[in-house]
């Protein structure tokens, strides 16, 4: 009997501490999926209508613009196009199309312009002035966007169809140093991850708080660093972890199979809850791949500089 009584008891452990992890995970997933469109873009044309899906972009072109791939980038883009072939069940094509995104084509295509130096201005000017042509996005009349950090992504619905844009600054050359390295590769990740599930930014106000997902971040003021220097590559690392966590992966699972019209809908919530289990397996076997050791970041830790 007290042997009984003791296999119940564990048991009864082990089912509150799945539990526990269950909740922590849909009540994360709630904060980064669960979100009403923010509207960022001042005098966007707001008839044209928007649908939140990652799994709209499974099977999409990458076509690379501006500099082409350093090794470091490469790494990351290749590992995270294995990943979204295990994850979203479609290869993730790729070509280099030059300096201008015109030449990329319309379609299923997401733009990556990769830079080092200063940024290319200009030159995201052009490609967003195209992609409002090409979509017919309906963006403002101005004709001239300028970049706000070292890496940055939007998502445009049009009247005949929706363009992604990435532009992430990369090492000019090889990254010279560990935490360079880092760095780099570090905000590619988070821009690539972003785009493809629609997953929006969560941020930490407790310093002692442990992280759970590349989507989480503390808030900094890195107004006056340059994005070059040590200081604000260090303050940006420990900001957030430099690769995905076991709940990322996770939840490109989930939005890989969510039979749901929008992922940012409580349906779409629900499926997570009533599948918990079977995608936390699946990512926890994935995370433990080397395939994809380039982009992921075990034990979900803030890396020390």
């Known amino acids: ?7 119940i008891l564990l048991a009864l452990v082990m089912s509150s501490a ?27 044309d707001l008839s044209i209508p928007i649908h939140i899906n990652g799994r709209d972009l499974a099977g999409a072109s990458l076509c690379v613009v501006g500099e082409r791939p350093r090794r470091t980038s490469l790494e990351v883009i290749d590992s995270f196009r294995a990943l979204l072939l295990q994850t979203y069940g479609k290869p993730m094509t790729m070509r280099y ?4 995104a015109s030449a990329c084509g319309s379609g299923r295509t997401v733009i990556l312009r990769l830079y080092s130096g200063f940024p290319p201005n200009k030159a995201l000017s052009a490609d967003l002035r195209w992609m409002d042509q090409t979509y017919q996005l309906g963006l403002p009349g101005r004709g001239y966007y300028a970049a706000t950090s070292p890496a940055m992504a939007q998502t ?29 590769r570090s905000i590619l990740i988070e821009e690539l991850f972003q785009s493809f599930t629609f997953g929006m930014d969560i941020l930490i106000f407790d310093k002692a708080a442990s992280y759970l997902s590349k989507l989480q971040e503390s808030p900094l003021n890195l107004w006056r660093l340059p994005w070059e220097s040590p200081a604000f590559m260090r303050a940006l690392l420990q900001s957030n972890p430099p690769g ?58 803030v890396t020390e500089f």
Request: hydrophobic share 40%.
């Open 97 to 100: 199309a030059g300096q201008d």
């Open 244 to 301: 995905l966590c076991t709940f990322d992966v996770f939840m490109m699972y989930a939005v890989a199979e969510a039979p749901v019209d929008q992922t940012n809908e409580p349906a779409f919530i629900d499926f997570i809850d009533a599948h918990y289990d079977d995608l936390f397996s699946r990512a926890q076997t994935t995370m433990n791949d080397p395939t994809y050791a380039a982009i992921l970041a075990p034990g979900c830790k």
């Open 156 to 184: 445009f619905f049009g009247r005949t169809g929706q363009g992604t844009h990435i532009m992430v600054k990369q090492p000019a050359m090889s990254p010279r140093s560990e935490i360079e390295a880092a760095f780099y």
């Open 18 to 44: 799945a539990w526990a992890d269950r909740s922590t995970y849909v009540a994360l997933a709630k904060r980064g999926w669960g979100y009403e469109l923010r509207e960022t873009m001042v005098g966007r």
């Open 1 to 7: 009997m007290t042997r009984l009584i003791s296999l």
